[in-house]
């Protein structure tokens, strides 16, 4: 029985401006093989200016690029509504943005590396509750205040939780001062067999109550972001997660790029069926869209 071969047409459609070495140079249209489109500006063949980059699974981004990659002010827009406005470098959130989260929670602040690193607020909708201060690799973590509607709490963060020496400060006119530790909590107990999970739960010990004070955060010196999927989910004093915040751009051609969800309402870049079929993660980042995207511009005419 003779193998059956099927052939697969990787031509791309153009329309549009061209320099005297036949690239594309200038302002055109192009529909790549998987079904996305760009419209904007080109420049030796590659993506560079203004341009909209549309993908066939309902993102898109609007924005600068510089060969092929975001880069500059632009927005991007994920399959499940969420978005990011603000700062690009390299394929990359990076500078200063704000991330519109599906549950409505926001945040808005310093990006690095595609993760959420430096100083920055991040407002929970459900409870009008909000995390202002340090974030490093995506985290919690550093001087920072938790504002509630008729409280707050004033102190560090490492590891997404409340750490060492704090005070929370009331609308009624004072303060309660104390520290936070970590103790273990185990569960599991009613299963022998099974191994006991062992949770670090912080704990609020107070020492005081005076009259207000003014406070002055001491924030320590940033370390850049490790390498590795940043996503994790961030636990704040209120118990709650971030969820998978951020989830990688999808690469062009495949640039579509989503955010996971909560705890925090986190960025989402992707969803497991999105990961499954692309092969990219959220916040974390896998096959970006733009990968995929650059690799049909090589196969442009």
């Not at 500078?95 to 599906?102: L, P, R, T």
Request: hydrophobic share 25%; aromatic share 12%.
């Amino acid at each position: 029985m003779l193998p059956v071969i099927l052939l697969i047409s990787f031509t791309q459609e153009y329309e549009g401006d061209r320099n005297e070495a036949g690239e594309r140079h200038g302002h055109g249209k192009a529909r790549l093989p998987n079904g996305d489109t760009y419209e904007g500006n080109y420049e030796f063949g590659k993506r560079h200016g203004q341009g909209i980059y549309k993908f066939k699974n309902g993102a898109r981004y609007m924005g600068e690029y510089i060969k092929n990659k975001k880069h500059g002010q632009g927005t991007f827009i994920y399959p499940d509504g969420s978005r990011y406005e603000g700062e690009w470098a390299d394929d990359q959130r990076h500078g200063h943005g704000v991330y519109y989260y599906v549950n409505n929670d926001t945040y808005t602040g310093d990006w690095f590396a595609h993760q959420r690193h430096g100083q920055g607020t991040y407002f929970y909708a459900d409870t009008g509750s909000k995390y202002v201060g340090t974030w490093v690799n995506g985290q919690q973590e550093g001087a920072a205040e938790l504002v509630h509607l008729n409280h707050r709490y004033q102190g560090k963060f490492m590891n997404k939780n409340p750490v060492g020496p704090g005070k929370y400060v009331f609308d009624i006119g004072c303060e309660q001062h104390g520290e936070y530790r970590l103790t273990d909590t185990e569960r599991g107990e009613e299963e022998e067999e099974e191994e006991t999970l062992i949770t670090i739960v912080p704990k609020w010990k107070a020492t005081k109550i005076t009259d207000l004070a003014l406070w002055t955060p001491t924030l320590a010196e940033e370390q850049p972001p490790t390498e590795g999927p940043g996503q994790e989910e961030v636990v704040g004093i209120e118990g709650r997660g971030e969820s998978e915040e951020e989830a990688q751009d999808m690469p062009e051609g495949y640039e579509g790029e989503m955010e996971m969800l909560r705890p925090l309402g986190e960025d989402q870049d992707i969803y497991p069926e999105e990961a499954g079929e692309y092969g990219y993660d959220l916040d974390q980042g896998n096959v970006s869209f733009e990968e995929e995207e650059g690799r049909q511009s090589d196969l442009q005419d």
